[in-house]
């Protein structure tokens, strides 16, 4: 059994395109959350690859649908399996990553979408969605990871377990619904999974696994290298619109605000 996950004081396990559950509270006598009533259990038509649980059941995510194992498993309300939405897979369990009740995740056919429970799917990855639609991305090797570090990371990693990422931010308020993606970070080596991890009590880092063979590295503010290897660092600053067709605009001045940094590159 793989895909553990635990939701409503039960254990939710998949074996390829089953889901079982524990019977947690309702056990008589002894450990409820290893014991498995032969008749709790849900069948799809497709492998599931996730359970996710959230405050409104279980969401299911197969290779072609999501599913939803709705109520809290009582008499009065048993669990009760239901399509939630359908051509719509997820084909690798690394590919999602959650926010609260928000769940981001690169579907089978490569598109990076936004699950919302109470506002439900958007496709987050539009404005560069051809991107992924070249090597080496694949929705069965990508890694996407949700990580929060003070003011400084608040955003969603989408890495393809090779060579980089995506770093995607929300407009912070008051500028609402708006997506910002910057350049995509190749990391000099390579790099495999990346996930945001709490390492010690209330820290949490974004952690770098290699392509290979070396050390987990993680990602930090205070150095300019890869595992003390130099790279290219570079900016596109856009699109700012001046001035629509048949307009015209003027540009009194620009401002930029710099720091040069000791250990910097000559540009």
Same mark, same amino acid.
């Given at each position: ?9 039960r254990?939710?396990?998949s ?6 559950w ?5 056990t008589p006598?002894?450990n409820?959350y ?8 849900a069948?799809?038509?497709?492998i599931?690859t996730?359970?996710?649980?959230l ?7 197969t ?7 709705a109520g809290?498993g ?5 669990f009760?399996?239901?399509p ?6 997820? *084909?690798?369990? &690394? ?11 690169? =579907? $089978?056919?490569?598109? %990076?979408?936004?699950?919302h429970?109470q506002a439900?799917m958007?496709e ?5 969605a051809?991107?992924?639609l ?8 990508a ?10 990371d ?7 377990g ?5 770093r ?8 609402a ?5 910057? *350049?995509?970070? &190749?990391?000099?080596g ?6 945001s991890?709490? =390492? $010690?009590p209330?820290? %949490?880092?974004l ?5 290979g063979s070396?050390?987990?590295?993680f990602r930090?503010?205070?150095t300019?290298?890869?595992n003390?290897e ?26 930029t605000e ?10």
């Amino acid at each position: 059994s793989i895909n553990v996950a635990f939701n409503y004081g039960r254990l939710f396990v998949s074996v390829e395109n089953v889901v079982y559950w524990s019977t947690g509270p309702d056990t008589p006598i002894g450990n409820g959350y290893d014991a498995f009533d032969p008749s709790n259990f849900a069948e799809f038509p497709s492998i599931v690859t996730r359970i996710v649980p959230l405050n409104i059941g279980a969401i299911i995510f197969t290779i072609s649908d999501i599913y939803i194992i709705a109520g809290n498993g009582t008499t009065n309300n048993p669990f009760n399996p239901q399509p939630y939405e359908t051509r719509i897979g997820l *084909l690798n369990y &690394n590919a999602l990553t959650i926010n609260g009740s928000i769940i981001y995740f690169m =579907t $089978t056919d490569q598109q %990076i979408m936004e699950l919302h429970v109470q506002a439900g799917m958007g496709e987050v990855g539009f404005n560069i969605a051809d991107q992924f639609l070249q090597s080496p991305w694949s929705p069965s090797t990508a890694y996407l990871t949700w990580h929060v570090n003070g003011s400084n990371d608040q955003c969603l990693f989408v890495a393809d377990g090779s060579t980089g990422w995506y770093r995607m931010a929300p407009t912070a308020p008051p500028e609402a619904g708006a997506l910002t993606w910057s *350049l995509k970070a &190749n990391i000099v080596g390579g790099c495999k999974a990346v996930q945001s991890v709490e =390492t $010690t009590p209330g820290h %949490i880092q974004l952690l770098v696994g290699p392509n290979g063979s070396g050390p987990i590295l993680f990602r930090d503010y205070s150095t300019n290298t890869d595992n003390g290897e130099t790279y290219p660092a570079n900016f596109i600053l856009g699109s700012m619109v001046l001035a629509h067709p048949g307009q015209l605009a003027g540009v009194e001045f620009i401002t930029t605000e710099c720091l040069r940094l000791t250990n910097a590159l000559p540009v």
